[in-house]
């Protein structure tokens, strides 16, 4: 186990890749055959499958990174109830108004099963391991691109400035004066 450990420190995104393709290559008839075939003894791995990426994350993210563990584990606990609920309330609430699904305690037991390890990954932004609790805040962290226009905008200004002024008086050249006179005519 210590040389799997090992390995995984020192080949983190090769780790990566082969463990999120063992999970999802391992699960991918799941969701059509639970679907299509109506095979709903294969829902809860389903949801493996879908957040099989997510899950190698954490664990490559847990494996990888020896930080100190801080905080309780009361709050990941409260934060994974919390997330298990909404998840249930979510599906429940997609197979009633949206397929119409007929709910029996079967179907409820098999979405409270399913379930479990989207409310993992959600709850996993309150881990004890900081490197996990990083590597999923990264997940849902809003990114954008932010770019500085002000230089734009000043060069747009002088070019026009430029264009219709004289450059040793700062006068309005012929070219200023002709769109200052075609404006007072057309007004």
């Not at 998840?87 to 009633?96: D, K, L, N, P, R």
Request: charged letters at 15%; hydrophobic letters at 50%; one cysteine or more.
């Amino acid at each position: 186990m210590k040389k799997i450990a090992c390995w995984i420190r020192t080949h983190q995104l090769a780790a990566f890749f082969i463990l999120t393709f063992a999970m999802s290559w391992g699960l991918w008839f799941a969701p059509g055959a639970a679907v299509q075939g109506g095979n709903f003894l294969l829902a809860p791995l389903s949801f493996v499958y879908a957040c099989s990426p997510a899950l190698a994350g954490i664990i490559i993210s847990a494996v990888a990174n020896q930080e100190a563990r801080q905080g309780r584990r009361r709050t990941f606990r409260i934060a994974f109830l919390l997330s298990w609920a909404v998840s249930m309330g979510v599906i429940t609430g997609h197979a009633v108004l949206f397929d119409e699904a007929p709910l029996s305690p079967v179907i409820i037991a098999f979405f409270a099963l399913g379930v479990l390890p989207v409310a993992y990954v959600i709850s996993s932004a309150y881990a004890r391991i900081p490197a996990v609790r990083r590597y999923v805040s990264s997940l849902v962290r809003l990114r954008g691109v932010t770019v500085d226009v002000t230089e734009t905008k000043q060069l747009e200004q002088r070019l026009r400035h430029n264009a219709n002024h004289d450059a040793l008086t700062g006068l309005p050249n012929r070219v200023a004066f002709t769109e200052a006179l075609e404006r007072a005519f057309r007004n």
